[in-house]
């Protein structure tokens, strides 16, 4: 054999794999559990030779996963995987992880909570503060979800898109952040419901479109309040006894 040969049979090709593939594959190891809560991940060089990518590559992952709470490197112990409450649960990426995983109902849950205390509210804003462009855009999305009810994926897609022109025309950059990470939950939630057949809900959307066109904060809020109650009983029903009704929805106001 000659040393070509020898070379080819002997070294292992590097995949290509970014930076971010490098989080996303370590982070998702952590919030599944596949290094446990405590534990101490493998030592740099062991993740060098299993993931074939470079040191720069994986202690800049491991400073990452770090400034999203999930380990925690100290010397001479090494890199240990952090408790649950320090992690930025409403870190998009740390949600998209978590969402991973089989039907998280804790997720589902929270996610419900956290929209029924902050979407009603965002849709009141957009009725006072969208430009006349925006709540174009919010109209047109409303029918077109109408009109794709038929399609599962495309009907989710336009339902984000849908959701995040809401935040948007909100105008308020921290209402923004966070429903990004709604967004991750939001569209779990659906995959749960539509995907399966369930709740596509496309009326009430309408409903919220035409409050905000008719740029009523009460009434916007109330629609949304109703399509979050609807959205509930979807999952509901999908899930049947896996699934809690103790989830408050947001109150319509007076």
Not at 84 to 92: G, I, R, S
Not at 212 to 238: C, F, G, T, W
Request: hydrophobic fraction near 45%.
């Amino acid at each position: 054999m000659d040393e070509a040969s020898l070379k080819e049979g002997t070294s292992r090709p590097r995949p290509s794999r970014t930076h971010e593939q490098i989080v996303g594959m370590l982070g998702r190891r952590i919030v599944l559990g596949e290094y446990p809560v405590g534990s101490i991940v493998p030592r740099e060089e062991d993740l060098v030779a299993e993931l074939l990518v470079g040191r720069g590559v994986i202690r800049e992952a491991i400073r990452v996963l770090a400034s999203k709470g999930l380990l925690e490197s100290r010397s001479k112990r090494g890199t240990q995987v952090l408790p649950a409450d320090h992690w930025h649960m409403l870190d998009p990426e740390v949600l998209s992880w978590r969402s991973t995983a089989e039907i998280d109902l804790q997720l589902l849950r929270n996610i419900a909570d956290l929209r029924a205390m902050i979407e009603p509210a965002a849709c009141a804003h957009a009725a006072v503060r969208a430009a006349d462009a925006e709540v174009s855009l919010i109209s047109s999305l409303a029918r077109e979800m109408k009109l794709v009810e038929g399609d599962a994926t495309t009907f989710i897609e336009v339902d984000m898109q849908f959701h995040r022109a809401l935040f948007a025309a909100a105008h308020n950059d921290l209402l923004m952040q966070i429903g990004a990470a709604i967004e991750v939950g939001l569209r779990l939630s659906r995959e749960v419901t539509v995907s399966m057949g369930h709740g596509s809900r496309a009326e009430e959307h309408m409903e919220i479109a035409a409050a905000i066109a008719a740029r009523s904060p009460a009434q916007a809020q109330k629609a949304m309040s109703r399509l979050l109650a609807a959205s509930q009983s979807d999952i509901a029903e999908v899930l049947g006894g896996g699934w809690s009704r103790d989830t408050v929805p947001a109150a319509e106001p007076s």
